[in-house]
């Protein structure tokens, strides 16, 4: 049993199936999933915040009836910005590498970018590879590091993603400036 | 589930009864028991009832009674000190037996100086120092001096330290180090633990003396009982306990020596300093006889151990404060090892000890320079606090030196005569900005770069403003002469000139930490040159321009007076400073046009994702800069023109390597003799040197795999050429 959890699963990527919180019945699979893997102990009213509230941006990864992978999200006003945020993105190890979490991710952001957010934020352990690079090639920016983030004293990045902007207006800088560095630099 | 909505809660019967806590303005008192048993056999668990004020902050607050995991006041192995003291988990004496006495203590000695470097690590006093029932209660061994003194010791230690973070205060960091819970401190009875331990220590070095005595010296010292029974342990134990005793007795002082008005205490805080670290010596090579009395458990575990015998102390409970702790749920924390804590503390001490060896020059340059070297070993909480309140006592740089004064000495004008100027409503603002901008550079990086990245706005605002002012005083004041000693207007357009060289140099310091912190990724490394590129070259133009007039103004003092001693060396100092900028600025302009080239031939990874482009990354990036208005002009438009028709075969960036390396050839020659400095420029030199044979193998054939490297310098980055 506890071998099975560690060893790669072979499957075809069209096995995988994708839906989106569909109710009471996915909470305890989402629990389950999380409590493995994140360090930090929710209470289940944590679950139920996000779930309750925003079920549209939370989706579970099927292989098989059995829930391999699932991510919680929310949006919201924040400092005048309207803003999604990924809470918690979990693949089971043996289908890890495969695109799985990439997918759920983008799932969640094409929902997050329908309802008008302008970004999408969440914060990874600064040692968490696999998160940093797969939100990398997703275009998130590491916009600050937070010190002593998590309890065990470790930091974290806080990693954004910002949506195409609103056409740019033409700006009233002083034109001869911007000529004079510009020359400069191309010297 | 069903929301609670007011209107069910308001019509529970009111039962003031006699209520002790005042229950607010605009509310009352209700008993909740009829709605909650209403709700409990609608409720499953887990299941909730909310408000709308009910948010994230509010769900993760909530816990479960009865979990482990969450729940602090869940009853551990005690239910409280006394009954943990009751059951005899912290014997008083520890043992009948001497010598196993002898050996708890030194474990519980040395399992409190790992308590206590987690703690400076950022873990909460009440789980580590005071988790140990001796520190938590001196009282009861008031009968052990031995115990008794190292205890008071450690808590006055502990008070001292939580002084100096808490005077510092400057963000959230400093909660967890200073928040003592109601620990019980007694400063007094604390205080008097010194003595106490010089006693103590006296009467360990004579039990050395005697044991090492030849038989015909011992008779005279015969009243003297040993430490301890066994004859052969003697030697090793006094020594064990001496370097332990010495050690906090050193630490204690070398902090109360820091805390001196003035730097006045640095030069007896240096000597303790140094007993501190040799006694940390002694203490390594203790380990191998305590170890060689303990029965042997492995030796791979004895490197994770918390005691230098390998052995678990007796009386320490983390748990014991856990309700002290709550609301954060009780986490298990990881103590350090004690070989870590020792390496812990030797780096500490080697932090302050540069601190103390600071030369308090009334000199801004100094004191920036200074400020970024210390960063680069990673200082802790302690000796960053320790810093700031060296550089900012009273609103004063070292407590001395009023930011005027050290604006004036920056520009080499005399500000002695225009007695009004220290009270100019420009200089006041100044005074300010500048406190706060040497608070934020002690503090730690991360939170240092987005301090940094808001205060540019505070800056640039300033700047502003008081360009228009100091304008339209010179227009009116054009008539004045200035020969009537008021030479005001002139000190502040002086200054004026040189706000916007800091402005410059914070914007610099933000870019070069995103580096440090790790919040660049290759892919975006052309956007952060080009932008570094750009604040560097008006850095230089800013700083050279203050050189200029710093020189003027010397050489028209000294032709007035041949008495005038020039201080050359600082002279030498900011030009050579200033061509060091310069050699940068020709690095990143050469780093910008080469990466862009190997972008532009498809040799480098573009940053492109499926929902934004890199004109989204750049605005997050620089963000903060642009609303400072640095540069004044469309950033993103700039850079793409200037980057996006960068090839390897017309190629600036060859020149560019080529004029930074001839740069740092003659700065080398002048931090001749800064081994820091001279690393760096040396670095540099490297980056260049290594970056212009890239290039010309990269020409020479596009086949080639090229990574970019911080081999040589941390943050100019070096091209890597491999044959795929
Ligand atoms: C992070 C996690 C969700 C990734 O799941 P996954 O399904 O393996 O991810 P994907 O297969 O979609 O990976 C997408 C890309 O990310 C990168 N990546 C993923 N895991 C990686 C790893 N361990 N090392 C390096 N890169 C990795 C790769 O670039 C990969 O693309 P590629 O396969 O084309 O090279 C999974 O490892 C996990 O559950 N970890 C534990 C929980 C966690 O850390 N959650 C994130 C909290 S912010």
């Known amino acids: 049993?506890?071998?099975?959890?560690?060893?790669?699963?072979?499957?075809?990527?069209?096995?995988?199936?994708?839906t989106s919180y569909a109710g009471e019945h996915h909470l305890p699979l989402i629990m389950s999933l999380v409590d493995q893997e994140l360090s930090e102990p929710y209470s289940i009213f944590t679950y139920r915040y996000f779930v309750y509230l925003w079920?549209?941006?939370?989706?579970?990864?099927?292989?098989?009836g059995r829930c391999i992978g699932t991510i919680v999200c929310k949006m919201g006003e924040h400092r005048q910005t309207y803003r999604g945020y990924i809470a918690m993105l979990v693949v089971i190890k043996p289908y890890r590498g495969r695109g799985i979490a990439s997918e759920l991710v983008t799932r969640s952001i094409k929902v997050m970018m329908e309802s008008g957010c302008e970004e999408v934020t969440l914060e990874a352990e600064v040692d968490n590879k696999g998160a940093l690079a797969l939100y990398g090639r997703l275009g998130f920016i590491r916009a600050k590091r937070l010190h002593h983030y998590y309890l065990n004293g470790m930091d974290a990045f806080r990693l954004k993603l910002l949506f195409p902007l609103k056409p740019r207006l033409p700006q009233i800088a002083s034109q001869d400036q911007t000529q004079q560095e510009q020359e400069n630099f191309t010297a | 589930m069903q929301p609670v909505r007011e209107e069910e809660s308001s019509s529970i019967q009111n039962d003031p009864g006699n209520c002790s806590i005042p229950s607010g303005d605009s509310s009352v008192w209700a008993d909740v028991s009829p709605l909650l048993s209403a709700a409990c056999t609608d409720l499953q668990e887990g299941e909730l009832i909310h408000g709308d004020n009910f948010n994230l902050f509010?769900?993760?607050s909530a816990l479960e009674i009865m979990d482990p995991k969450m729940d602090s006041g869940m009853v551990s192995a005690f239910y409280s000190i006394d009954e943990a003291i009751e059951s005899g988990f912290a014997p008083v004496p520890i043992s009948s037996d001497k010598t196993v006495n002898v050996e708890s203590i030194i474990?519980?000695?040395?399992?409190?100086?790992?308590?206590?470097?987690?703690?400076?690590?950022?873990?909460?006093?009440?789980q580590t120092v005071f988790s140990c029932i001796y520190v938590l209660r001196p009282e009861r061994t008031s009968s052990q001096a031995l115990l008794h003194s190292y205890c008071r010791v450690i808590r006055a230690t502990c008070r001292a330290v939580v002084s100096v973070v808490s005077d510092a205060r400057t963000n959230e960091e400093e909660d967890l180090l200073t928040m003592t819970y109601g620990l019980p401190f007694n400063g007094d009875e604390d205080a008097k633990g010194l003595l106490l331990l010089n006693a103590v220590e006296e009467t360990i070095c004579r039990q050395l003396r005697a044991c090492k005595a030849t038989s015909a010296k011992r008779r005279l010292l015969e009243e003297l009982e040993p430490l301890q029974t066994n004859p052969h342990l003697e030697e090793g134990f006094c020594k064990a306990l001496l370097c332990r005793?010495?050690?906090?007795?050193?630490?204690?002082?070398?902090?109360?020596c820091m805390r001196r008005p003035q730097g006045r205490g640095h030069e007896l805080a240096r000597k303790h300093i140094a007993s501190c670290i040799s006694e940390l010596q002694s203490l390594l090579e203790s380990a191998e006889f305590l170890r060689s009395n303990t029965v042997n458990n492995g030796e791979t575990e004895i490197e994770e151990r918390t005691t230098a015998s390998g052995r678990q102390p007796i009386g320490f409970d983390s748990t014991l404060n856990k309700r002290l702790s709550a609301p954060t749920p009780p986490r298990a924390i990881k103590l350090l090892s004690w070989k870590k804590a020792i390496d812990y503390f030797v780096k500490l001490l080697h932090n302050l000890d540069q601190i103390c060896a600071f030369s308090l020059e009334p000199d801004l340059d100094f004191v920036l320079q200074f400020v970024i070297q210390f960063h680069k070993s990673r200082p802790d909480l302690v000796s960053r606090a320790h810093l700031q309140l060296?550089?900012?006592?009273?609103?004063?740089?070292?407590?001395?030196?009023?930011?005027?004064?050290?604006?004036?000495?920056?520009?080499?004008?005399?500000?002695?005569?225009?007695?009004?100027?220290?009270?100019?409503?420009?200089?006041?603002?100044?005074?300010?900005?500048?406190?706060?901008?040497?608070?934020?550079?002690?503090?730690?990086?991360?939170?240092?770069?987005?301090?940094?990245?808001?205060?540019?706005?505070?800056?640039?605002?300033?700047?502003?403003?008081?360009?228009?002012?100091?304008?339209?005083?010179?227009?009116?004041d054009t008539s004045r002469s200035q020969k009537n000693g008021d030479r005001s207007l002139f000190i502040l357009n002086h200054v004026y000139g040189w706000i916007e060289e800091q402005i410059h140099w914070v914007a610099l310091r933000f870019l070069v930490l995103g580096f440090e912190l790790d919040l660049y990724s290759p892919s975006e490394y052309c956007m952060v040159y080009w932008y570094m590129y750009i604040i560097l070259w008006k850095l230089h133009e800013k700083a050279r321009l203050r050189v200029l007039i710093v020189v003027h103004s010397e050489e028209r003092k000294a032709k007035r007076n041949k008495e005038y001693s020039r201080d050359m060396a600082r002279e030498d100092r900011?030009?050579?400073?200033?061509?060091?900028?310069?050699?940068?600025?020709?690095?990143?302009?050469?780093?910008?046009?080469?990466?862009?080239?190997?972008?532009?031939?498809?040799?480098?990874?573009?940053?492109?994702?499926?929902?934004?482009?890199?004109?989204?990354?750049?605005?997050?990036?620089?963000?903060l800069l642009q609303k400072a208005s640095l540069p004044e002009y469309d950033a993103y438009e700039s850079f793409s023109k200037s980057t996006a028709h960068a090839s390897l075969d017309f190629l600036p960036a060859y020149?560019?390597?080529?004029?930074?390396?001839?740069?740092?050839?003659?700065?080398?020659?002048?931090?001749?003799?800064?081994?820091?400095?001279?690393?760096?420029?040396?670095?540099?030199?490297?980056?260049?040197?290594?970056?212009?044979?890239?290039?010309?193998?990269?020409?020479?054939?596009?086949?080639?795999?090229?990574?970019?490297?911080?081999?040589?310098?941390?943050?100019?980055?070096?091209?890597?050429?491999?044959?795929?």
């Open chain 2, 655 to 724: 020149e560019c390597f080529r004029d930074a390396q001839k740069m740092a050839k003659d700065i080398k020659v002048g931090y001749a003799n800064d081994p820091d400095k001279l690393a760096e420029v040396r670095g540099i030199e490297q980056v260049a040197e290594h970056n212009v044979i890239a290039v010309n193998l990269l020409c020479q054939d596009r086949s080639l795999k090229v990574s970019l490297e911080f081999t040589h310098h941390p943050y100019f980055a070096t091209a890597i050429v491999r044959r795929s």
């Open chain 2, 245 to 256: 005793i010495r050690f906090r007795k050193h630490f204690l002082h070398a902090l109360n």
């Open chain 2, 58 to 60: 509010a769900a993760m």
């Open chain 1, 55 to 64: 079920p549209q941006l939370c989706f579970l990864a099927f292989h098989k």
């Open chain 2, 390 to 476: 060296l550089l900012v006592q009273d609103g004063k740089l070292y407590g001395r030196d009023t930011f005027l004064t050290i604006c004036a000495r920056l520009l080499a004008i005399d500000v002695s005569k225009n007695h009004g100027l220290h009270l100019n409503e420009y200089i006041l603002q100044l005074n300010q900005l500048m406190i706060n901008l040497l608070k934020i550079l002690c503090a730690n990086t991360p939170w240092q770069r987005r301090k940094l990245g808001k205060i540019l706005n505070d800056w640039s605002i300033f700047n502003v403003q008081m360009g228009i002012n100091v304008g339209q005083l010179m227009q009116q």
């Open chain 1, 1 to 18: 049993m506890e071998k099975s959890i560690e060893e790669k699963e072979e499957f075809d990527e069209s096995e995988i199936e994708y």
């Open chain 2, 574 to 623: 900011i030009s050579l400073w200033v061509l060091l900028i310069q050699c940068q600025t020709s690095l990143t302009q050469g780093l910008t046009l080469m990466i862009a080239a190997l972008r532009n031939e498809g040799m480098c990874l573009k940053s492109q994702g499926p929902f934004n482009t890199e004109n989204e990354k750049f605005t997050q990036h620089f963000e």
């Open chain 2, 107 to 126: 474990d519980i000695m040395d399992h409190l100086l790992v308590c206590e470097a987690t703690w400076h690590m950022g873990h909460s006093l009440a």
